[in-house]
């Protein structure tokens, strides 16, 4: 198995594509009986990517962030890239799960990044299904993988507009399960009001200090409380939406990179390519090419 090694203590494993679909954004998994992956029982590892895993029925445990979750019947688990997992041996479990990239989430054109399960406020990671909702989900989750069985033109397209419905679904039964729980802390409010500031002003302020400055507080209080929240560093916070959006605009515009530059705050074209380049390992006019070749 590949392995992208952030953190030499703790490895962080990349989506990897099947042998049938070669599908580098998004995968479907499907388990009848035996446990997947039993090579990763007991070893700490990331996900560079979003997973959601339906469990019908099955036994087992595992961890994510020093948090137990025990495998429960018609319960949905959701990851999201980053956090540290720990999984324990587990008998038999009969499941369904779907992976995808932050770059497929962004990709969409509606905003299924701000969804509550994607934004996961209140840092919970399992929904309990009533019966009712078992049989929508698990729906959702046979249409999905009936269209990723089926390569072509308009599978992507049709794969986004099945997990739209599945995210949109689930995160409302996320608001439902968790609206009054009471440990949303001052720092998880505040780590909120952070990324809804940068969704506002990303295309003109790239700093740290600039949105310390929008929330009233010292931009070394903030920096604390986004990595404490997140994991990552605030700084990343901002370039990870700048990329987003320059994703957005080389897939689904024909902007030239000079006015796409410009459009998100860059005041040098060079620059922002030296930036997405940095961020992403290919250049702007690459990534457009790569993508097209994807989706078109």
Do not use: C
Not at 2 to 12: E, F, S
Not at 47 to 54: A, E, I, Q, R, S
Not at 96 to 114: K, M
């Amino acid at each position: 198995m590949q392995v992208i090694q952030a953190n030499p203590a703790i490895p962080v494993l990349p989506l990897e594509p099947d042998e049938i679909t070669g599908n580098k954004q998004f995968r479907v998994y499907n388990y009848e009986g035996n446990f997947p992956n039993p090579a990763e029982f007991l070893i700490p590892h990331r996900k560079d990517h979003y997973l959601l895993v339906f469990v019908k029925r099955g036994t087992g445990r595992h961890w994510v962030d020093m948090t137990p979750y025990v495998l429960k019947k018609n319960a949905l688990y959701f990851l999201r890239p980053g956090q540290i997992i720990v999984k324990e041996e587990a008998k038999q479990v009969w499941s369904t799960g779907v992976a995808f990239t932050p770059e497929f989430l962004s990709l969409q054109n509606v905003s299924l990044s701000t969804l509550p399960l994607i934004q996961n406020y209140h840092n919970r990671h399992a929904l309990q299904l009533t019966p009712a909702d078992a049989v929508v989900v698990e729906d959702t989750l046979q249409k999905i993988r009936t269209e990723y069985l089926l390569p072509g033109e308009w599978q992507q397209r049709m794969l986004a507009a099945h997990l739209t419905v599945l995210l949109t679904y689930l995160s409302r039964l996320y608001t439902e399960q968790f609206q009054e729980d009471d440990t949303v802390t001052i720092d998880k409010q505040l780590f909120a009001q952070f990324q809804a500031k940068i969704n506002e002003r990303f295309q003109q302020l790239h700093e740290v200090s600039d949105y310390a400055s929008l929330l009233n507080i010292s931009a070394g209080h903030l920096s604390e409380v986004v990595k404490g929240q997140s994991g990552k560093p605030a700084i990343k916070h901002i370039h990870d939406r700048l990329v987003m959006e320059a994703r957005r605009m080389l897939v689904h515009t024909n902007h030239p990179l000079k006015e796409i530059a410009f459009g998100l705050g860059f005041s040098d074209a060079s620059y922002f390519n030296r930036f997405f380049k940095r961020e992403t390992g290919v250049t702007p006019a690459g990534y457009r090419t790569n993508i097209r070749k994807m989706y078109h």
